[in-house]
């Protein structure tokens, strides 16, 4: 029997819809517009086209959006200037500083001087050591995609075996400790992992979040495992003309499919959510600074 596709896509436009629900009812009841400041420094292609579709979405569901775009040569003086005008805002509730950063800059200063009440990627330190020992804290994006994704599917990962194949601090470790939040029993491995192919064909849920194009390969999962792909790397494509390419995740998608029980896609799967669950953070971080109750689903 195929295995489940898990739609991200059409999970993300799910969240999405809670997201604008909810700040309609923050504006009608209290007044409050959840407001958004994303900080683009230099001129990256990918990082312009995933900030103008931060600042869309952001207005979509009804939120303030605030772009600051400095030069590539802004000094680090410049840019602390700025996040700390954001720190004190009162109408900016989540400060994002899309990464990666010129490489003049110190991404973990630059990082570490947001607010980590604001912080809604959950990169800042605090956030880190709070997720970690189990207290309130902003999440990582895309792990808080990956695991509302399981909730969704499963109902309860209680008591469940799952391994993380992955060590970032945005995706893998985070992840783990989402999981240990939910109970399951997890295992943070990586590419240098001994026995790797075995220790994961234990798992009732596999999060492949390497870096490494089509690393896992069907023989490697438990017949009826949910499979979670965050990799998105792209492959030269011949066949679809000269100079094409394609996107793949870290798991041979085909041959995974054929045992897994459930299994997201890419394109489609784990990255329409992180926008989405980026939306909710700020949501949830508008709540907290007015002292209201957090969004039912929309956080770990």
């Excluded at 109408?91 to 604001?118: F, M, R, T, W, Y």
Aim: aromatic share 2%.
């Amino acid at each position: 029997m195929p295995a489940t596709i898990i739609d991200g896509k059409a999970f993300a436009a799910k969240v999405r819809a809670q997201v604008a629900d909810h700040v309609t009812r923050l504006k009608d009841a209290h007044g409050i517009t959840p407001g958004l400041a994303v900080v683009l420094v230099g001129e990256d292609p990918a990082s312009q086209v995933y900030v103008r579709s931060k600042g869309k979405q952001t207005v979509e569901v009804g939120m303030k959006s605030v772009e600051h775009k400095l030069d590539a040569e802004t000094s680090e003086a410049d840019l602390l200037a700025v996040i700390d005008q954001l720190n004190n805002d009162p109408e900016i509730h989540g400060i994002l500083v899309q990464l990666p950063l010129p490489k003049h800059l110190d991404e973990d200063l630059v990082i570490n001087s947001i607010a980590p009440e604001k912080d809604v990627d959950g990169f800042h330190i605090s956030n880190v050591g709070l997720l970690g020992t189990g207290q309130k804290s902003m999440v990582p994006c895309t792990p808080l995609g990956c695991l509302m994704m399981l909730r969704d599917h499963h109902g309860s990962i209680s008591g469940m075996d799952a391994v993380v194949i992955g060590r970032s601090n945005i995706v893998g470790k985070p992840m783990a400790q989402l999981l240990l939040g939910d109970s399951c029993t997890v295992t943070i491995a990586h590419s240098r992992t001994k026995d790797l192919a075995e220790l994961v064909r234990r798992a009732d849920i596999v999060v492949a979040a390497v870096g490494r194009p089509q690393m896992v390969p069907g023989d490697w999962i438990k017949p009826g495992a949910t499979v979670i792909d965050v990799g998105i790397n792209r492959l030269d494509a011949p066949e679809r003309g000269e100079g094409k390419t394609r996107l793949v995740g870290d798991v041979d998608y085909d041959s995974c499919a054929a045992v897994a029980g459930a299994i997201t896609p890419v394109p489609g799967g784990v990255g329409p959510m992180t926008i989405a669950c980026l939306l909710a953070n700020t949501v949830t971080a508008c709540c907290r600074a007015n002292g209201l109750d957090e969004p039912e689903g929309l956080t770990a």
